[in-house]
């Protein structure tokens, strides 16, 4: 069963730098649609940054600028680039693709588990 499995996240002080990665856990038939989100505590997850198999990007306003998404469509797997981190990016970050397991099926979406971000001085 494919899964999607997210690495890099940590603490870091207000202005410094991180980098997720994520990649499933074996090869789908197809990867579509990227992306990372963020749910803080006593918020609702919100969409950080998205990629197609395009190459095409897209970002929330808040961190524009910022962040950079990337993918890597041969090895199915999709990186956030942090940087000027603040305190307010604090949150669970998660990987999300859409994917089409086996030839023959609907492409649905896929979760990571989540890497907490923490940025405090």
């Known amino acids: 069963q494919v899964q999607l499995v997210e690495s890099g996240g940590g603490l870091v002080q207000p202005g410094g730098s991180l980098r997720l990665s994520c990649k499933t856990s074996e090869r789908p038939f197809r990867v579509n649609d990227m992306g990372w989100y963020r749910q803080a505590p006593g918020k609702q997850r919100e969409l950080v940054a998205g990629?197609?198999?395009?190459?095409?990007?897209n970002y929330a306003d808040s961190v524009k600028g910022r962040f950079t998404i990337s993918r890597n469509n041969a090895e199915n797997t999709v990186d956030l680039q942090m940087n000027s981190l603040k305190p307010e990016d604090t949150a669970v970050y998660h990987c999300?693709?859409?994917?089409?397991?086996?030839?023959?099926?609907?492409?649905?979406?896929?979760w990571g588990q989540g890497t907490q971000v923490t940025v405090s001085s």
């Open positions: 990629i197609t198999a395009g190459g095409r990007t």
């Open positions: 999300n693709a859409q994917i089409v397991a086996h030839w023959g099926e609907s492409a649905r979406p896929y």
